[in-house]
């Protein structure tokens, strides 16, 4: 499982303005347009897709889920587990 929060340099409580904003800087270091980095569009792909899921309170609420049993390691079970995985 891709932790989205370690991309984007966050704390699982982080905001949503907080996900925005470390986004922004992010997207703004990182663009391939202004990069000098060889691997800045694989790593803004990374970073946008972790905005795109944390971002979302729907979609993130599925991934802390995920992210407290897989990342975490706390065993507690997920109702509809592999609806919220797909």
Known sequence: ??????????????TIDAVKQRFKELAFEYHPDVS???NAG?????IYEAYHILSDP???ANYDMLYSKYIENNN????NEESVIS
Do not use: C, H, N, V
Not at 1 to 14: H, P, T, V
Not at 42 to 46: K, R, Y
């Open 1 to 14: 499982m891709i932790d989205y929060y370690k991309i984007l340099g966050l704390e699982s409580d982080a």
């Open 76 to 79: 507690t079970p997920i109702p």
């Open 36 to 38: 000098q980095d060889k």
């Open 58 to 60: 729907e979609k993130r």
């Open 42 to 46: 694989e790593i803004f792909i990374g």
